[in-house]
C-alpha cells in the first residue's frame, strides 16, 4: 500500500522560498509517477510531476522557472522546491503518486494516491 505524508509547509513574504517534501512509502518500482498538486478555493490543479524511470519533468507553464520537482531515491522522498513566491501560490499542497507506463500528466484522474496535503501561505 503507498503511502505518502507531506511537509514543509508553512507562511512566506513574498518573493520568499519553501520547500517542500513527501515521504513516501509502498513505491517499490520505478515506473510511478509523482507529482505536486494544489488546491485554493476552487479545483486542484497540478504543480509538476516526474516519472521515478527516467526524471522527466512537467510542469504547468505558469510556474517554470520557479518551481523544481525532484526526487531522492535514497529515501524514496518527493520534494517540491518554491521560489519566488507570490501570493496566488497560497493553497493546499498535495503529494501524489501512481503507477506508469512512461506518462505523467499534470491530471488530478490520473493518479491513484494522495497525501494529506500541507498548506502554503503567502503574504503581500
Known amino acids: 500500500q503507498v503511502q505518502l505524508v507531506e511537509s514543509g509547509g508553512g507562511s512566506v513574504q513574498t518573493g520568499g522560498s519553501l520547500r517542500l517534501s513527501c515521504a513516501a512509502s509502498g513505491i517499490t518500482y520505478s515506473t510511478y509517477c509523482m507529482g505536486w498538486f494544489r488546491q485554493a478555493p476552487g479545483e486542484r490543479e497540478g504543480v509538476a510531476t516526474i516519472y521515478l524511470d527516467d526524471r522527466t519533468t512537467y510542469y504547468a507553464d505558469s510556474l517554470k522557472g520557479r518551481f523544481t520537482i525532484s526526487q531522492d531515491n535514497a529515501d524514496n522522498t518527493l520534494y517540491l522546491e518554491m521560489n519566488s513566491l507570490k501570493p496566488e501560490d497560497t493553497g493546499e499542497y498535495y503529494c501524489?503518486?501512481?503507477?506508469?507506463?512512461?506518462?505523467?500528466?499534470?491530471?488530478?484522474?490520473?493518479?491513484?494516491?494522495w497525501g494529506q496535503g500541507t498548506q502554503v501561505t503567502v503574504s503581500s
Open positions: 501524489a503518486a501512481t503507477r506508469s507506463r512512461g506518462i505523467c500528466p499534470l491530471a488530478v484522474t490520473f493518479f491513484d494516491y
